[in-house]
Structure formats: C-alpha cells, structure tokens
C-alpha cells in the first residue's frame, strides 16, 4: 500500500464516529471535531525558524496530512502530499492583566474557534506575543486523526526540529511509524491470539455488572444536545505532591488514587458499591513501542469496574482499585472489539447506563505524557500551558456524560477539567462535586485509615433546580 492509498478507518475511529452517530451530534465526528494544546515558549523565538520546524514536522507525520473521505464504500482516509501548516502570529498586549491571564484567555479563545476540517493539512498554529521572550502556542489539529496524546509528540517534535535548524545539525529524532500501518496491522488481525484471552476475561468481568449514574438536576433538552460546559478548579502543589508520595508507597499510579477518591466520592452520592465507571485511555495500539512516537487517533474507551465490598479504609479503596485496574489494562482491545465480542454484557452495561434523568460519570488523567515535561534547546525552552479558568464552551462528549480530567502541573498542582453537557447540571450542583471529591482526597490521603462512612461524611447530595 503507497502513503497516498486511500485506507479503513481504525477501529478507535470507527468507534469516534459511531458515538456521534449516535448521540444526535451534528457532522460525524461531533460539532466540534478537535483536539487542542497550549505550550509556553521562553527565549528569543525566531519565527523563520519555527515557521520551517512546522513544514519539518507536517513532513514527519503523515496525520497531519491526513483526510477523511466518504462515498459509497463508506469512511475511508487519505494521506495527502506535505503543505505548509496555517501559522497565525499575533501580539497579546499587556492592559494591566497578569500574562497567565492573557495566556489562558488566548488559549481558550482559540479553542472557542471554528475551524475548516476540509482544509490541508487540517493543522493550525496560533502564536501569541505575551513579551519579547514569552510566547503562547496553540496546537489545533482535526481529532479523528489527531488526538491530543499525539499533539503532545507534535509539539516535542516541533521544538527539536526548531533546535536543529536554529543550531545547524541533524535533528535527533527516533524513526516513526505511521498512523497507517497501526491500521493495516489491525485490518490484518495481527492481535487475535491475544485478544481471544481478553474477550473471555471481559465476559467473566462484565458479568451482571452494574453501571454507576449520577443523577442530575435536569433531564436532556429535546432534539440535538445542547452542548457542553468546562468546570475547572486546582488544588495546591501540597496535595499533589502528597498524591504522588502516597501513590509510590502503595506502588500504584497518581490515576489509581485520584480514581479512588471519586468512587468513593460517587459511592457517597449513589450508594452504588459494585459498578462501572468509563474512563479514556491513550489505547491499547499507543502501548506498543513501536507506536510510541506514531501520531494518530489511539483514544479507548475502557469500562473500569470496581467493587468496593468489604472495603473499610481509604487505603483499602485504593488497594482495591489498583487491583482493578492491573487486571483490566492487562486485557485492554478497541471497545468496537469488546462491544462486537462481548455484546450481551456490553449491550446491558449500556443500556443500564441509559437513564433520562441521570448522568453517565467517566474519569481521566490528562492523555499526555509529554505536555507537563519542560524541555528546551536553541535558545527556547517549553513547557505545557495549564488552565485553571472555567469555559463556557467544552469538547464534544456525548449529552448524558460527565467527563473529569486530571493532571499534574510541573509544581505538582492537581488541575482538573470537568466536561459536562451545558443543561444537566446546575451551578451550585457542580460547586458541591468539587467540593466533595476535594474533601474525599484530602481526608484520604491526610490519613488512609479513615473509615469509609467518615469520609464520606462531607458530601452533599446531589440537589435537583437551577
């Protein structure tokens, strides 16, 4: 197969589309295709440089260049012949505002923007002049064939690609593999020996196995959804810091204890003890190394089950959900797989999940590992740009979900993003989760053998108005 032969959508694509078929979206990747990122340069930036390490990199990842067609054999995609990027330069002045600020606002401006998907390549670079030697960068890339993992490879690329042109030497960057053999590996059925075990695991698993749903305030808007919201708030560098300490001592990942402390956090608003919360992975494919440092759409979704019987402690709630959770990522495969395989045990998840008056809860560290790891060479350096302002426009999640995102700043701050759909849930609702979950990890983490009813003593039921 030649780089410009049209080929299959990936099962996680086929996935991206289905759901929005689905939910009653506009377009068939959602209204609002996208995936986003935000870095803060430092230094002297030579925009002739940059200019020619974005050609460098939409040269070096054929998804960049990558279009989706349909016709009559249905979704295919394209690799289209390298171009150069859409790069907008622009000064953000000073007026008195901080320039966290002025970032942020940038930021999320650019996010709230509408964005040709028919264009190529479907990339977009929005550069902001904070001062001489600070800058903004905005990453805007068409999501079904770009996901926000990948932005993250992108711009790490990017900033190696402008050192070496800056410093006049070969760039050093591993060999990469394209987002196209991923797909040809799986139209050829490499995994199926393998995924045969995790197909049984996963009917053992799902098993009678009970959705967790958070009521809402509000049952869904008639006709299309209508559109989703963007809570943040940030905990301070001390819980962090005391996150990762006490995930080391339980030789477990900051996810499993900030996971622990929303079960119980939802255990306390629903009284569901053994259920199913969905979160995001970055894929099983991206956990191959030779994808790696593939640029793609890997994004999984992973029905997470925990049964939180027997458990007294905080401790014993994360002990229990890192068991939990190193036996179903041993079995991970492409939900279209798992609902394809397991399609009674999936079919009655979901529909249980189903509930006009309820919420579907998911939950997520942030997908990119390279995003909160300051690097820099040719008198640049980079690190990510965190957000901490609520939007009142979100990404495109499905209407009856509640989405949290967590990640780790480099000081070590808890940040997180809460996505929910605009007419579910009221304010004050909201403002008593985050508060609640705060409560649950403090305590917990302050003193693991809290006992279950005490932590769960600070949290407030959740309320029905406006």
Known sequence: MTPDTPFPLSLEQEFLRLQHLNDGSAGAFGPRPISSGGWRLTGDLDLAAFTAALDDVVVRHEALRTVLLHDEDGWRQQVRPPSSPTLVVRDLPDGGSPRQERAEAFLNEIEGQTFDMEQVPAFWIHVGRLADDDW???????????????LGLV????VELYAARREGRQPDLREVHQFREYVARQQ???DEASAAASFQYWRERLRDARPVTLPTDRPPAEGAPAGTRCDRFALGADLGTATLEFARSLRCSPFMVLFAAY??????RTGITDGVIWTLTSGPGRRRRWMADTVGYFVNLFPLRTDLTGCRTFREVVERVRESCMSAF????????????VAAEVAALEEGDRIAERARPGFQ??????????QG??????????????????PDIPDDAILWTAELSPTNELIFAVNSSVDRFAQSSMDAMLADFTHVLRAGIADPETPLADLAAGAVPATSGN
Not at 365 to 374: Q, T
């Open 377 to 394: 060479t040719g008198g640049v350096g980079c690190t990510a740009a965190q957000r901490r302002v609520s939007q009142p426009v979100g």
């Open 136 to 150: 903004i960068v905005v990453l805007v890339a068409h999501l079904p064939v770009v996901d926000v993992w990948s």
């Open 365 to 374: 560290m942030s997908p990119n590992p390279f995003v909160l790891r300051e």
């Open 330 to 341: 041993a079995h991970e495969v492409p939900f279209v797989r798992l609902a394809t395989e």
């Open 188 to 190: 050829a059925g490499s």
């Open 263 to 268: 079960r119980v956090h939802l255990l306390a």
């Open 155 to 158: 711009m790490r690329d990017i």
